[in-house]
C-alpha cells in the first residue's frame, strides 16, 4: 500500500456504441490529449468490448467539474450523445484506498 497516498476523485464512463461509430476513435484519442492538458488531471484507463468502460482520475471535483464543462469536450459530450452512444452512465467517486499486485 502506498504510505503517502492522498484521496482522490475517478469518473467512470461505461457505454454502448451504435454499429456505425465512425470517427469516435479520433475523438476519443482528442478528448485524452485534451484531457491530460486539465488541471488536476492524474491519469485514465479505458477497455472497449461489447461495453466500453473508461475511468478518468482527477484530484478535485472541482477539477472534473471543470473538465465537464471545458468547450471542445462539451462538443464531443453531444456528438456522442447524437451519433455514437445508444446508452451511457457516469459515475463520480472517491477513492479512498487501494492497491496493487506485480508489475505494470
Known amino acids: 500500500m502506498?504510505?503517502?497516498?492522498?484521496?482522490?476523485?475517478?469518473?467512470?464512463?461505461?457505454?454502448?456504441?451504435?454499429?456505425?461509430?465512425?470517427?469516435?476513435?479520433e475523438m476519443a484519442e482528442k478528448m485524452e490529449n485534451l484531457a491530460k492538458q486539465q488541471?488536476?488531471?492524474?491519469?485514465?484507463?479505458?477497455?472497449?468490448?461489447?461495453?466500453?468502460?473508461t475511468i478518468s482520475y482527477w484530484d478535485s471535483l472541482e477539477a472534473?467539474?471543470?473538465?465537464?464543462q471545458q468547450g471542445e469536450h462539451i462538443q464531443a459530450q453531444?456528438?456522442?450523445?447524437q451519433e455514437w452512444y445508444p446508452w451511457?452512465?457516469?459515475?463520480?467517486?472517491?477513492v479512498e484506498r487501494e492497491y496493487e499486485f506485480g508489475e505494470k
Open 2 to 25: 502506498k504510505t503517502n497516498f492522498k484521496p482522490y476523485y475517478a469518473v467512470i464512463f461505461t457505454s454502448t456504441l451504435h454499429d456505425n461509430h465512425e470517427g469516435y476513435s
Open 64 to 68: 472534473i467539474k471543470t473538465w465537464k
Open 88 to 94: 451511457y452512465n457516469v459515475r463520480v467517486c472517491k
Open 78 to 81: 453531444l456528438k456522442g450523445r
Open 39 to 53: 488541471k488536476g488531471y492524474l491519469g485514465m484507463d479505458s477497455a472497449r468490448n461489447d461495453v466500453g468502460i
